[in-house]
């Protein structure tokens, strides 16, 4: 079965820069969740789209921002990277905004930002 | 708002030995509970869900939760450690259009 993909898998940055991390949910799929997993800490919720509109947002610094396009993929762009931004980030997508729909997690994004 | 606590950061059974993590969560709503587990560089995978009805949840690889309202608790077991099932294991619970995860509990299988 198609599963969350993510990409890159890995990115190295340095202070400063931007990053576009990408998420392609699992077809039919039409509510995208990001999340950022610091190490050895649990994933903290940083914002969702449904029918790419924002749902919800959680710690999303403000120097991140993301969007959810016609073709229901994301992408999570952060700016002015910072040492402590570097973290596992996960998408996860479900179906229409529902809590007890079960969310599908991709692989995450392995940022480093040295 | 809901909020989950996972008691015990670490957690060490011998191999055929029962498991147990412990979750207990805060929600003013009915809450939906999941547990997920994490295995060294990769993401999260469901293992299983409590939403309504039958209180006493089946997951995969043999793992079971049981939903105890009185209790506000949500505990995950395994009658039968295997070391495949060495991991971090996180709660979560879902009231809104987010899901608030527990601190995780990492299991370590001893053989």
């Known amino acids: 079965a198609a599963g969350v993909i993510q990409s890159p898998r890995h990115l190295i940055k340095e202070k400063r820069e931007t990053a576009t991390l990408k998420c392609y949910p699992i077809?039919?799929?039409?509510?995208v969740y990001w999340y950022q997993q610091g190490p050895g800490q649990d994933p903290q919720f940083l914002i969702s789209?449904?029918?790419?509109?924002?749902?919800d947002k959680g710690s999303i610094p403000d120097r991140f921002s993301a969007q959810q396009f016609s073709d229901y993929h994301s992408e999570l762009n952060m700016s002015s990277l910072e040492l402590g931004d570097s973290a596992l980030y996960f998408c996860?997508?479900?179906?229409?905004?529902?809590?007890?729909?079960?969310?599908?997690f991709g692989p995450g994004t392995r940022l480093t930002v040295l | 708002a809901q909020s989950v606590t996972q008691l015990g950061s670490h957690v060490s059974v011998s191999e055929g030995a029962l498991v147990l993590l412990r979750c207990n969560y805060s929600?003013?709503?009915?809450?939906?509970l999941f547990w997920y587990v994490q295995y060294p560089n990769q993401g999260l995978q469901l293992l299983l869900k409590?939403?309504?009805?039958?209180?006493l949840v089946k997951g995969i690889n043999g793992f079971e939760a049981e939903f105890k309202k009185s209790e506000t608790s949500f505990h995950l077991t395994k009658p039968s450690a295997h070391m495949s099932d060495a991991a971090e294991y996180f709660c979560?619970?879902?009231?809104?259009?987010?899901?608030?995860f527990g601190a995780g509990t990492r299991l370590t299988v001893k053989p």
């Open positions: 789209f449904y029918e790419k509109m924002q749902s």
């Open positions: 996860a997508s479900g179906i229409n905004r529902v809590p007890t729909d079960t969310q599908y």
């Open positions: 409590y939403t309504t009805g039958a209180t």
């Open positions: 929600s003013s709503v009915p809450p939906y």
């Open positions: 077809p039919r799929h039409d509510t």
């Open positions: 979560a619970v879902s009231g809104n259009n987010d899901m608030r």
